[in-house]
């Protein structure tokens, strides 16, 4: 049961594009939402996260944008760049445990 | 280097045999955290400890099992294997309440032949 939701599977975009990963959740217990940006052959990366009493957080060209009312979280990445390449997870914390989504695989062409 | 080591990176295994992968967390991190990647499942919780005991249980099968050492690290012990237990093994650590995000290590990928 996947407790987090994630879309879309795969984006292609230009670079200097915008990226953008939705996602959502259901367990209103969740404190805390992090981003993980994962290469090929490497572990998961923190990249950014937001706690939920905030609507947005900003570090560089990485955004995310907090709707707590739908129960719902976006990544967005400006500006994407061909080193933006990867697969990036979303994931809630609860109860001391991460929960992730299914992941998205950006690829950015130059 | 994220702090979190794993070994070994790669391991190749036949089925019904039993292997052990290691983890020593980040300095300071009491907590471990062993997930399974797989192509069709993603990033799936196994387990956690915190300072020796079992905290968290997730969807880890019967024939697998952790511990975690008076030294903090830990070991994932899969036994039986079969060839659906091939996947990358992730071991994270973080600090007591793991709200801001786990290390994770690089991995060790299981192949069962």
């Known amino acids: 049961q996947q407790q987090v939701k994630q879309s879309p599977q795969s984006l292609i975009v230009q670079k200097g594009g915008i990226s953008i990963i939705n996602c959502a959740y259901e367990n209103t217990a969740f404190d805390y939402f992090p981003w993980y940006q994962q290469f090929p052959g490497k572990g998961p990366a923190l990249l950014i996260a937001i706690r939920p009493d905030v609507s947005e957080k900003k570090e560089g060209r990485f955004t995310i944008s907090f709707n707590k009312s739908a129960k719902q979280f976006s990544l967005h990445i400006m500006d994407s760049q061909p080193g933006d390449s990867a697969t990036y997870f979303c994931?809630?914390?609860?109860?001391?445990?991460?929960?992730f989504g299914a992941g998205t695989t950006v690829t950015v062409r130059a | 280097d994220s702090g979190v080591t794993q070994t070994p990176k790669h391991l190749i295994t036949a089925t019904g045999q039993r292997v052990t992968l290691r983890c020593s967390p980040r300095s300071g991190d009491l907590s471990v955290y062993w997930y399974q990647q797989s192509l069709d499942q993603g990033l799936q919780f196994l387990i956690q400890?915190?300072?020796?005991?079992?905290?968290a249980k997730g969807n880890i099968l019967e024939r697998f099992s952790a511990q975690q050492f008076p030294d903090l690290h830990s070991e994932l012990n899969l036994s039986s294997l079969e060839l659906g237990d091939s996947a990358l093994y992730f071991c994270?650590?973080?600090?007591?309440?793991?709200?801001?995000?786990?290390?994770f290590g690089s991995g060790t990928r299981l192949t069962v032949v």
């Open positions: 400890y915190y300072n020796g005991e079992e905290r």
């Open positions: 994270a650590s973080s600090a007591s309440t793991g709200l801001y995000g786990y290390t």
């Open positions: 994931a809630a914390l609860y109860d001391y445990k991460l929960s």
